[in-house]
């Protein structure tokens, strides 16, 4: 069973999971040169159609009516990571060990394949299966919530093996645990304090601030902008927010489905072309399961190439050194050519 | 001039630095494979011996006395980085841009070369030289303390490319910031919070109960203790403190640079015998300048091998994925045998 551990002095906590160790590709190689890109013969994808046995039984999947679970004829599955980082079944505990602080690693740890299509690139997905995988998201999301166990649910989609996607076949991940996450916890401390001295939602003023200045924005529809925020820790990371006060992703109406997955399309297209196909990760942060319709949180993505060093530095100081200006990421960004 | 922004959300400040761009190795590659491991030839190594002329002007150096500055002799250079990240000249000013803080990215980014032998590996440093190496981190700090701009002082070793070291000639970093970064914060507020409520360093109640379990423990001496924390971020990660309540790194006696320099070397020998040398970042931790002596601090080395992956899930939550219990770890590195 894995366990949740808490750092004492700042009350972070991590996964320490032995288990995940069997995973082929948990580790870089440390010596000599990196291996190529990730890539299998069709035949070995358990993501693929007619592999369907090579994965743990889907939990949910978009699929003609009356076709089985687990065969061939589906546009989207979800099913549990082989790999999990936590434990399905359990209760989690919280016990103390000396000074220290564990709960039982109990959680969910899921893999939602996004398209039947092996070689289909995220960027050039249907519109209408762009939306079915946003709308999966929040599908799983809502149906999680209900687990009295969880606290928090993360959806996270790396691309390419330097982005850590140990897999080519699209696909994103979710992790539903039973705390918040540090980083959450740390925007919803900070937003909440904003919120107490102001009485605005800060996502709400930050949106207002960027469509007046611009020259942060990346893109915007009715109802979402991109923009390089103001502090980035990454080159090129690109955040996506609702215009409007939205608390949880997961509320989402079929409207917004379609202008979200517009924005991300045309957002993640502008980085494909002005950085090459850049290994990136995206993930969502939306509001905790115990948290209703806080006043001071809004949900949004979160897009950060991994295009530059990770060093001691910035692991010792959590204080990134960025040289790409987000005005000039920005600019950037805008001036790609989109075709459609 | 580079600028300090801070993300309002979290209040955690970036440095955005478009002049470090210039710096050859500043982006990884993203496509096809990564070029070959850092390796220089003898007459272009800017750290090297005769070559002093390719580096700023020295800051300090252990040198011969009556040679002159920037000639060869040396056994510790230390000089300007020539590619700082922040600015030597000017004023750290405050200013408002909207919502957001900035404040202009005045600081200190020096090099500590460590040796004039390009190849000797810094687990192979004579005892004496790794104790000269320590001894100019702290008079470089207690140098630079004497800098009403300054508030914060931050030691860096990154081994090997992976690790992020650009040269492969033994080297540090010291980065000298206008405040203080971001996880020093979380450190300081976590501990006084502990301090606030039991009147005890959580530090020493850390040491005590390491000292007492012994599972977590690598290695100890009279006034040092090895340790893999409870909660670690990454794999094999390991922690240095002192035994006694010690907050400033800088006022470390001679003894004191004795005894770090002992289990500092004997650490990262078990490390680089048990990970095959692995890529590591190692950074001191120490009270900030404008706070003396606090009850509730105290300093300490990290080391963190870069041998897993951090991808969407670790960026995207701040909680680490560990599939190396430290206990497991820690026995792992107490059972290399040590040849010193």
New interface residues.
């Given amino acids: 069973m894995p366990?949740f551990?808490?750092?004492?002095?700042?009350?972070?906590?991590?996964?320490?999971?032995?288990?995940?160790?069997m995973?082929p590709?948990?580790?870089?190689e440390?010596?000599g040169?990196?291996s190529e890109e990730v890539e299998e013969a069709k035949a070995n994808c358990p993501f693929d159609e007619g592999n369907e046995g090579a994965t743990p039984p889907e939990v949910m999947a978009y699929r003609p009516k009356g076709s089985k679970p687990d065969t061939p004829g589906w546009t989207i599955r979800v099913v549990p990571n082989k790999f999990p980082?936590v434990s399905r079944e359990g209760q989690p505990t919280r016990t103390s060990?000396?000074?220290?602080d564990q709960i039982d690693g109990v959680g969910a740890h899921e893999v939602i394949i996004e398209t039947p299509d092996h070689d289909l690139k995220f960027t050039d997905f249907p519109s209408e299966q762009l939306q079915s995988v946003l709308h999966a998201y929040g599908e799983r999301m809502s149906q999680l919530k209900k687990d009295a166990r969880l606290d928090y649910i993360?959806i996270?989609?790396?691309h390419r093996k330097?982005?850590?996607?140990s897999l080519k076949h699209p696909h994103s991940?979710l992790?539903a645990?039973p705390f918040v996450?540090?980083?959450?916890m740390?925007?919803l401390e900070?937003?909440k304090q904003?919120f107490d001295n102001k009485k605005r939602c800060?996502?709400c003023?930050?949106a207002q601030?960027e469509i007046e200045?611009r020259v942060r924005l990346v893109d915007e529809n009715e109802d979402f902008l991109a923009i390089c925020?103001?502090?980035?820790?990454f080159?090129f990371e690109v955040w996506i927010l609702p215009k409007k006060h939205r608390t949880q992703f997961e509320e989402t109406t079929r409207q917004g489905t379609k202008t979200i997955s517009e924005i991300l399309q045309r957002t993640l297209k502008r980085l494909d072309v002005a950085?090459?196909?850049?290994?990136y990760?995206?993930?969502i942060?939306t509001s905790p399961i115990s948290l209703t319709n806080p006043p001071y949180y809004h949900w949004h993505i979160?897009i950060?190439p991994?295009?530059?060093?990770?060093?001691?530095?910035e692991?010792?100081?959590?204080?990134?050194?960025?040289?790409?200006?987000?005005e000039?990421a920005a600019q950037t960004l805008r001036g790609v050519k989109l075709a459609f």
């Fill in positions: 366990q551990r808490k750092d004492p002095i700042v009350n972070r906590w991590v996964i320490i999971s032995a288990e995940r160790a995973r590709s948990d580790f870089t440390v010596v040169e990196e980082a060990h000396g000074m220290y993360l996270v989609r790396n330097q982005g850590g996607a991940q992790i645990l996450p540090h980083s959450v740390e925007e900070g937003s904003y800060i996502f003023d930050i601030q200045e925020p103001y502090a980035p820790r080159p950085l090459n196909n850049p290994p990760n995206l993930w942060h979160e950060t991994q295009i530059a060093l990770v060093a001691g530095f692991r010792g100081s959590d204080c990134y050194i960025n040289s790409v200006p987000p000039d």
